[in-house]
């Protein structure tokens, strides 16, 4: 499969050949939606967590006889349904943690950015080398026709680069190394330079 290179003012500057074994694989839904689906859950902390009836302090004896009064029956005054009560079904501290074996999660990540580079999502650039300022990341999106959700991925960490995309909210900036298929499902185009695409190779072949 081949590819366009532009540079950052989005006109054609050369030819790329992507490697079938990363570019080139089948679209695998279940997979993707499993990885995305892990990816997910693992994220979450699971550290919230609230007071039952029974551990809320105070509330041992009964506020009122049980006949008589021309009140509702109370047995407590921690109960679910009184101010400063416990809470109803509380949730707890847990795990949400789910596994997915090396082989599978990379499978998924090669079948989404397949599927990507078939749908012309992928959009290879020369280079990064960008001031940082915002205004010249909307004119480098505008003439790359990729003004929607975008994900940036570079070969190292670009200082410049998280600068000037750093105040667009659809717009993210990761490196080649700890890209992951959430990105690529979350993402309408992917921007990568030259040599994101040769580690995304190197590291995946």
Do not use: C
């Not at 599927?115 to 010249?136: F, G, H, Q, R, W």
């Not at 959700?149 to 570079?154: K, P, S």
């Not at 960490?157 to 993210?172: K, Q, T």
Request: overall charge positive.
């Amino acid at each position: 499969m081949q590819t366009k290179v532009y540079n950052l003012e989005g006109q054609e500057v050369e030819q790329l050949e992507l490697a079938d074994e990363v570019f080139g694989k089948d679209y695998n839904e279940a997979l993707i939606h499993q990885a995305v689906v892990t990816y997910l859950a693992n994220q979450r902390q699971g550290t919230k967590s609230t007071l039952t009836r029974a551990e809320v302090a105070g509330g041992g004896r009964k506020p009122w006889r049980q006949k008589g009064t021309g009140r509702a029956r109370q047995g407590s005054i921690r109960s679910p349904q009184w101010v400063h009560g416990g809470v109803v079904f509380a949730p707890k501290p847990r795990d949400f943690s789910k596994k997915m074996n090396a082989a599978m999660k990379k499978s998924a990540f090669l079948s989404a950015l397949s599927t990507m580079a078939k749908e012309n999502s992928l959009v290879v650039v020369d280079s990064m080398d960008i001031e940082p300022k915002t205004k010249v990341a909307v004119k480098v999106l505008d003439a790359l026709k990729t003004n929607r959700r975008v994900t940036v991925v570079t070969e190292n960490v670009n200082s410049n680069a998280l600068r000037a995309f750093g105040n667009l909210p659809e717009v993210s900036v990761t490196t080649a190394d700890i890209l992951n298929t959430y990105d690529l499902v979350v993402s309408d185009y992917v921007i990568l330079t030259k040599e994101a695409v040769k580690k995304l190779e190197e590291g995946n072949k």
